[in-house]
């Protein structure tokens, strides 16, 4: 099993930078991937960034290249996604992922362990 617990965050203002982490506890070499996702009021979930464990190769959507970054310390087994510029569309809940394999196309990597979530509020 795998622990997973967000923190980080909150209500900022349009154009501020709010720092997510994720603590990862358990059978932390299970997880290979390592993933943000977030899900809006009647939206799907969706994948915002992903990061391999080992070699730190990461994926970003689209929509959040060049504002977000996703980084990982190995030693303290968390991630952390740093949003910058955010915009009213970024209100989402956002949670982190574990996935025990890895694929070449990160967008296919099946996730197993999931965080509860954390809140980001975004005022224009």
């Known amino acids: 099993q795998v622990q997973l617990v967000e923190s980080g965050g909150g209500l900022v203002e349009a154009g501020d930078s709010l720092r997510l982490s994720c603590a990862v506890s358990?059978?932390?070499?299970?997880?290979?991937?390592w993933g943000w996702f977030r899900q809006a009021p009647g939206k799907e979930r969706e994948l915002v960034a992903a990061?391999?464990?080992?070699?730190?190769?990461?994926y970003y959507a689209d929509s959040m290249k060049g504002r977000f970054t996703i980084s990982r310390d190995i030693a303290q087994n968390t991630v952390s996604l740093q949003m910058n510029n955010l915009k009213p569309e970024d209100a989402a809940v956002y949670y982190c992922?574990?996935?025990?394999?890895?694929?070449?196309?990160?967008?296919?990597?099946?996730?197993?362990?999931w965080g509860q979530g954390t809140q980001v509020t975004v005022s224009s």
């Open positions: 992922a574990a996935a025990g394999s890895v694929y070449m196309d990160l967008t296919r990597v099946q996730y197993d362990y």
């Open positions: 358990g059978r932390i070499f299970s997880s290979k991937v």
């Open positions: 990061i391999v464990r080992n070699s730190g190769r990461t």
